[in-house]
C-alpha cells in the first residue's frame, strides 16, 4: 500500500544550504523546536551535556551526521561525529568545525577519560552546545531518537502532546480519543506494550490478545498466510482489515525510526464504524508514537541484550547453558534447531539488511517463535528454534537423582528406540520457507539452510556448524533449493566435510593446483577451470569441451599443457584425487556456471 502525500517525512539531508546570517548567529524561527525539546522528547538519558553556551532553548532544524571531508553549512543542526572521542586530540578541531557550520550541537563519543582539556576550552568559546553519547546507546539508535524527537516537539497537537514520554497506556488512551477506536500498541514481535480503554466492551480477538498479552498464534498464522503482515511491515501507511464474522474492522500501521520497525499500532471500531478521518489520525498517532517506543526500547534494552547474547552464546557453544536458558525463558532439554539465512543481492534494486529485517520480523512471529542473531556484515540471520517436545515427553519427569538436563549427554541425537515426532524438521522447513518469502519479498535472493535437530539446547551450536554447512553448499552450487536440511544436500555436504578436513593438507605448497592457479593469474589463461569442468565431466572430453563451449582439440591441447607445465598426469586416480580436492579448496568445484 503506497503511502500517501500526508505522510511525508522530515528530510534526512543536514548538509542543504540554509538562508544567510550573520556569522555565528544560529537561532532559527520563533516556532522552531529547541535543543531542550528535542532532548526532552527522548534523546536526553542518551547523551550528557557538556557546554552549551547559548542555553538549551537554541533552535533545532535537523540531524545530520559530521563529515570533516566536507565543507557544509549545518545551521541550527545537531550535528553526530560518530568517529570521534570526546578524549581524543581531534576532538577540539571536530567542534571548531562544527560551529564554522553553525551547528546548534555537536555530539561525540564519552571518551573513558572523559573531554579532553583541550576541547572543554574550546568548547567554552564557540557557540555550539556540545553533548556526549552514553556508551549503552548505539549511534544509529542515538540518531532515531534524535530525530523522532525533533519530530515529536515540532508542533504536535491534540491529548497526545502532553503524555509523558514513555507513558504507554495514557498514550494509547490518547491515540483512542484521537482516532475514535480501541487502541493498542505493539512491539514487533506482537507483543502488546499497552492498550486503551474500551466504551462498549473489547470483541473476542481485543480481549484474547489482551489477556494473553500477545497476539494470538493461530491469528499470527492467518496475517502471515494473507500476506497482510508482510503489508504491515513493507509500507509506510495505514493497511486496512476488513470486519470479519466476529471481529470488528481494523486499520494498522508500523511505528519507525528511519527504517527500522519500532512496533505497530492498531485501532478497532469501538461500537460505531471508524470515522472517514480515522486513516489520518493515524498516520500521525505513529509519527508521535515513535519517540515513546524509542524510549520504551532503551529502558528495556538490558534485558534485550542479555537474550541476544544468550542465543549467541548457545549457538557459538560459549554458553552455561542452564543460565542461558533461564534468560531466554526455556528449559535446558528443550529440542532445537538452528536456521541460517542468507539475503543475497536480487535482480533490480534491493536491500540486504532491510531483507534480513523483515526475516527477523517473520522468525518473532513464528509459532513456536525464533530466537535471532544478526550478522549484518555478512548478511546473514541465524534463529535458533525452540522444538515442541514429542506428546510422549511432555510431562515426562527427569530420572531421580538427577536434572534433565543430565539426563542424556549434552547435544547428543536420542538413543535409538525412544519416540520421537514424525518428521522433527517440520516446523523448521515451515519457517524456513517463511523466511524465504520475507527475503524475496524485499528483493533479495533468499537461501535458508536448515542444521541438524538436537534434543537439548546444549546441542545448538552443532546445530549452527551445520546450518553453515549447508549455507556454503548452497551458496557454491547450482540448481539447489533455496531452503535445504542436511539431507536435502546430502553428498555434497560429505564432500565440503572432507575437503575442510585435509584443507590444511591440499594443495601443498609446492602442488601442482598452486602453481597452476598461480600461472593463470601471472599469464592470464584458463587452465584451472579447463582442469575442474574435465574433473567435473569425469574425463569426457565432448562433454568437457561442450561445457566450456570451446572445440574439443582445443580442450585436448590444454590438458597436454597440463601435462607438459604442470606433470598434472591424468591417467593416475591420485593424481585426479589430489587434483579435485585443491580445485575444491580453491573454489573452483564443485562446478558452477557463475564467475568466481
Known amino acids: ?45 542518551a547523551v550528557e551535556v557538556v557546554t552549551v553556551p547559548g542555553g538549551d532553548a537554541v533552535p533545532v532544524r535537523g540531524i545530520g551526521v559530521y563529515d570533516p571531508g566536507e565543507t557544509f553549512s549545518a545551521r541550527g543542526h545537531v550535528l553526530v561525529a560518530t568517529g570521534v572521542d570526546a578524549s581524543s586530540p581531534a576532538a577540539a578541531d571536530v567542534l571548531r568545525a562544527a560551529a564554522r557550520a553553525k551547528a546548534a550541537a555537536l555530539v561525540l563519543r564519552r571518551g573513558a577519560a572523559g573531554p579532553a582539556p583541550r576541547l572543554l576550552d574550546v568548547a567554552r568559546t564557540v557557540p555550539t552546545a556540545l553533548l556526549t553519547r552514553a556508551p549503552w546507546v548505539e549511534w544509529t539508535e542515538l540518531i532515531a531518537l534524535l530525530r523522532a524527537g525533533l519530530a515529536q516537539s515540532g508542533g504536535a497537537e491534540g491529548p497526545h502532546a502532553e503524555v509523558p514520554l514513555g507513558d504507554l497506556p495514557a498514550l494509547a488512551n490518547a491515540f483512542a480519543t484521537l482516532v475514535g477506536g480501541a487502541v493498542t500498541i505493539e512491539d514487533p514481535e506482537s507483543r502488546v506494550l499497552a492498550y486503551s480503554r474500551t466504551e462498549n466492551g473489547a470483541d473476542p480477538l481485543r480481549r484474547l490478545t489482551i489477556l494473553g498479552q500477545r497476539v494470538p498464534r493461530w491469528r499470527l498464522a492467518e496475517l502471515g498466510a494473507s500476506g497482510f503482515l508482510r503489508t504491515l511491515w513493507t509500507s509506510d501507511d495505514v493497511v486496512h482489515r476488513p470486519a470479519e464474522e466476529r471481529f470488528p474492522e481494523r486499520l494498522a500501521i508500523a511505528v519507525r525510526a528511519g527504517e527500522e520497525v519500532l512496533g505497530s499500532l492498531w485501532v478497532a471500531a469501538d461500537g460505531t464504524p471508524l470515522g472517514p478521518g480515522a486513516r489520518r489520525a493515524l498516520r500521525e498517532a505513529a509519527r508521535t508514537a515513535a519517540p515513546h517506543l524509542l524510549h520504551h526500547r532503551l529502558r528495556t534494552r538490558t534485558g534485550s541484550t542479555r537474550r541476544t547474547q544468550a542465543v549467541r552464546a548457545l549457538i557459538d557453544g560459549t554458553a552455561d547453558v542452564p543460565s542461558a536458558a533461564a534468560t531466554l525463558g526455556l528449559a535446558p532439554h528443550t529440542p532445537c534447531v538452528v536456521l541460517s539465512v542468507l539475503a543475497l543481492p536480487g535482480t533490480g534494486q534491493s536491500d540486504p539488511a532491510r531483507a534480513l529485517h ?68 517440520r516446523d523448521a522447513k515451515r519457517l524456513g520457507r517463511e523466511l524465504a518469502a520475507a527475503v524475496r519479498g524485499a528483493g533479495a535472493r533468499p537461501l535458508v539452510a536448515i542444521g541438524s535437530v538436537r534434543e537439548e539446547l546444549a546441542g545448538a551450536a552443532a546445530s549452527h556448524r551445520a546450518a553453515h554447512l549447508v549455507l556454503r553448499v548452497l551458496g557454491a552450487r547450482e540448481g539447489l533449493p533455496e531452503v535445504a536440511g542436511e539431507d536435502d544436500v546430502r553428498a555434497a555436504l560429505d564432500a565440503l566435510r572432507v575437503t575442510d578436513a585435509v584443507a590444511a593438507l591440499t594443495p601443498p605448497p609446492d602442488g601442482p593446483v598452486r602453481a597452476l592457479l598461480a600461472y593463470d593469474e601471472e599469464h592470464r589463461t584458463d587452465l584451472a577451470r579447463t582442469l575442474a569442468a574435465y574433473l567435473d565431466r569425469f574425463g569426457d572430453v565432448p562433454a568437457t569441451a561442450k561445457l566450456l563451449a570451446v572445440h574439443p582439440n582445443t580442450l585436448r591441447y590444454r590438458l597436454r599443457r597440463l601435462h607438459d607445465l604442470f606433470g598434472v598426469d591424468l591417467a593416475d586416480p591420485d593424481t585426479r584425487l589430489v587434483a579435485e580436492l585443491g580445485l575444491r579448496a580453491a573454489g573452483l568445484l564443485p562446478w558452477t556456471t557463475a564467475p568466481r
Open 1 to 45: 500500500m503506497p503511502p500517501t502525500p500526508d505522510d511525508a517525512r522530515e528530510p534526512e539531508d543536514a548538509r542543504r544550504p540554509e538562508d544567510a546570517r550573520e556569522p555565528g548567529d544560529i537561532s532559527g524561527p520563533e516556532d522552531a523546536p529547541t535543543l531542550a525539546t528535542v532532548l526532552a522528547a527522548g534523546a536526553g538519558e
Open 358 to 425: 523483515l526475516a527477523a520480523l517473520q522468525a518473532t512471529a513464528h509459532h513456536p517463535a525464533g530466537l535471532t542473531v544478526r550478522e549484518d556484515d555478512r548478511h546473514r540471520l541465524d534463529v535458533l528454534l525452540p522444538l515442541t517436545p514429542h506428546p510422549a515427553e511432555q510431562g515426562r519427569a527427569p530420572q531421580q537423582g538427577r536434572a534433565p538436563e543430565q539426563s542424556r549427554p549434552s547435544g547428543q541425537p536420542r538413543p535409538s528406540g525412544q519416540p520421537r515426532p514424525e518428521d522433527p524438521l
